[in-house]
Antibody, heavy 121, light 111 residues
Framework: QVQLQESGPGLVKPSETLSLTCTVS????????WSWIRQPPGKGLEWIGY???????NYNPSLKSRVTISVDTSKNQFSLKLSSVTAADTAVYYC???????????????WGQGTMVTVSS | QSALTQPASVSGSPGQSITISCTGT?????????VSWYQQHPGKAPKLMIY???KRPSGVSNRCSGSKSGNTASLTISGLQAEDEADYYC???????????FGGGTKLTVL
């Protein structure tokens, strides 16, 4: 079955850019929407943005000015860049698949294990 | 502050039933039958339990059910078991621009 794995630095300095990659295995990245979702310690989930396999994107309005999501279909990967980070961006970052193509509904049916990113000098 | 409102905590004894509410607005829950629910155990990734208000993915227990009335969706878990103790999040599609909004989460304690 499809599995997702996040990778990237666990520590980022304030004002720098957070960069993460999600590798899709066991299936193709095609025909799906792929999202980044984060969860600050002890808090709830926040959708960051998605990319369609074709490259079209949509971002959370509250983060839009700092977020870029890209896709590399040849590597079955998609990536997140979040610029000008502060301590408020410290969170577990998850990549997830929108199951629209299989469920017929917008719901996140496959999740990565998550990766903790701390913003600190 | 989360876009969807959930109670911070609910509890029940083994074998009992509990219901978690999720209140949104006419721009999200009230407009689309695209509410989903996620279970999250400590230190783990969320797991899809319910989608499209009341549908269960393959492998999810039929003790879980979902419903919606107006701007409020609900998740009911019957025959509570110790393994049900977890955090639960609701999520609603909110249109092409906003895409999705989450609830703040509810901690379920099995007494």
């Amino acid at each position: 079955q499809v599995q997702l794995q996040e990778s990237g630095p666990g520590l980022v300095k304030p004002s720098e850019t957070l960069s993460l990659t999600c590798t899709v295995s066991g299936g193709s990245i095609s025909s799906y929407y792929w999202s980044w979702i984060r969860q600050p310690p002890g808090k709830g989930l926040e959708w960051i943005g998605y990319i369609y396999f074709s490259g079209s994107t949509n971002y959370n309005p509250s983060l839009k000015s700092r977020v870029t999501i890209s896709v590399d279909t040849s590597k079955n990967q998609f990536s997140l860049k979040l610029s000008s980070v502060t301590a408020a961006d410290t969170a577990v970052y998850y990549c997830a698949r929108d199951g629209w193509a299989t469920l017929g509904a917008h719901a996140f049916d496959v999740w990565g294990q998550g990766t903790m990113v701390t913003v600190s000098s | 502050q989360s876009a969807l409102t959930q109670p911070a905590s609910v509890s029940g004894s083994p074998g009992q039933s509990i219901t978690i509410s999720c209140t949104g607005t006419s721009s999200d829950v009230g407009s689309y039958n695209l509410v989903s629910w996620y279970q999250q155990h400590p230190g783990k990734a969320p797991k899809l339990m319910i989608y499209e208000v009341s549908k269960r993915p393959s492998g999810v227990s039929n003790r879980c059910s979902g419903s919606k009335s107006g701007n409020t969706a609900s998740l009911t878990i019957s025959g509570l078991q110790a393994e049900d103790e977890a955090d639960y999040y609701c999520c609603s599609y909110a249109g092409t621009s906003t895409y999705v909004v989450f609830g703040g989460g509810t901690k379920l304690t099995v007494l």
